[in-house]
């Protein structure tokens, strides 16, 4: 079976709340959910957590091509 390949490419960031200051060293975990996807521009939910903690959420825009 072939795998799927896709390139994400030229996104936006949008409605962004910054919680919690991330400093060098910080493991960051990035989750994001994909909410839509209309012909090749995808929208996600992301959410940005250091230690368990909430530090970023957005609303991110993408092209998969």
Not at 2 to 20: V, Y
Not at 43 to 50: D, R, S
Request: glycine share 12%; charged share 30%.
């Amino acid at each position: 079976s072939r795998g799927l390949e896709m390139c994400i490419r030229e996104g936006g960031i949008k409605s962004a709340k910054f919680r919690k200051v991330v400093r060098p060293g910080d493991s960051l975990r990035l989750e994001v959910t994909l909410e839509k996807i209309r012909n090749n521009v995808g929208l996600g939910k992301a959410i940005a957590t250091v230690d368990g903690k909430k530090a970023c959420t957005a609303e991110l825009t993408f092209m998969i091509g």
